[in-house]
């Protein structure tokens, strides 16, 4: 199976229409790969707070449209990374979109764990409360969104619903990429699964971007990891390679679940 991650650089210079068209003919030349993978909300860059209001969109708006067109034209299962979600009913929500080869919409997901504690994303949007998985041909796809990635409960309820990759589009600053790495391999270990783990790069809102989108295989060894700026991450990986980790090395089998509440001496 051929992944390619779309590194986008979102940076404060290129209006969100003039990235929409620029991140459409990235994908469109990725014809070719099976699964394409762009970043959490590259359209107003995850810490542009400001701009999540203004930039909002239905979930059929015009990313859906563009990245649609984008899929079909290309013939990939395209993980289009996240959009500012308005809800005609709602709140706003961080939500990622997937695509068939055939440019329809598969899944919807809407970040659970929001990030900025009492500010940014944490307050401006509402929270996911339903795990998504998508079946592609070879793999089942767990899909979880940046911060997510330091909730292992989450991975661990996508591996009980089938997941064998996991795929994670994400806005991660440079700050905290020591986190970013080590988060990404504990996740592809723990539930010998791959992990794709696809960020931005470039600055917006005066935070710089980690880059070093990775894939991970169930084993924990890095596959691949690109560089700080923008970049495409090709990768060739075998999802079979789950089912025979997870043989060979049983321990999903020896979780021990329904404990008895914690004995406090
Ligand atoms: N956009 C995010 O979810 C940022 C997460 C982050 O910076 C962190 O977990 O650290």
Redesign the pocket.
């Known amino acids: 199976m051929r992944a390619s991650l779309i590194q986008i650089a979102v940076d404060e210079g290129e209006s969100v229409e003039s990235r929409r068209r620029r991140v459409s003919s990235l994908v469109r030349e990725q014809a070719g790969a099976d699964l394409v993978v762009l970043p959490?909300?590259w359209t107003t860059g995850?810490?542009a707070y400001e701009e999540f209001g203004t930039e909002a969109e239905p979930l059929e708006g015009p990313t859906y449209e563009a990245m649609a067109k984008a899929a079909s034209d290309a013939g990939v299962w395209l993980h289009a990374g996240s959009i500012p979600e308005r809800d005609p009913e709602g709140p706003l929500y961080?939500t990622s979109l997937v695509f068939s080869p055939s440019g329809d919409l598969v899944a919807a997901y809407r970040?659970i764990?929001?990030?900025?504690f009492d500010k940014g994303?944490a307050v401006l949007m509402g929270a996911g409360r339903e795990l998504v998985t998508v079946r592609l041909p070879g793999t089942t796809v767990g899909v979880a969104?940046?911060?997510?990635?330091?909730f292992p409960e989450l991975f661990r309820g996508l591996v009980d619903a089938g997941a064998e990759t996991l795929v994670v589009p994400?806005?991660?600053?440079e700050?905290?990429r020591a986190?970013?790495t080590l988060l990404a391999q504990a996740r592809a270990v723990e539930n010998q699964a791959f992990v794709l783990a696809c960020g931005t790069a470039g600055t917006h809102a005066g935070v710089p971007q980690a880059g070093h989108s990775i894939v991970v295989d169930p084993w924990g060894e890095v596959l691949a990891e690109a560089g700080a700026v923008e970049e495409v991450l090709t990768v060739d990986f075998d999802p079979a390679k789950v089912a025979t980790t997870r043989e060979q090395f049983p321990a999903l089998k020896d979780r021990v679940l329904g404990l008895e509440p914690p004995h406090t001496f």
């Open positions: 959490e909300l995850a810490f961080n970040k764990h929001r990030f900025g994303e969104t940046c911060y997510d990635l330091r994400a806005g991660w600053p700050r905290r986190h970013w």
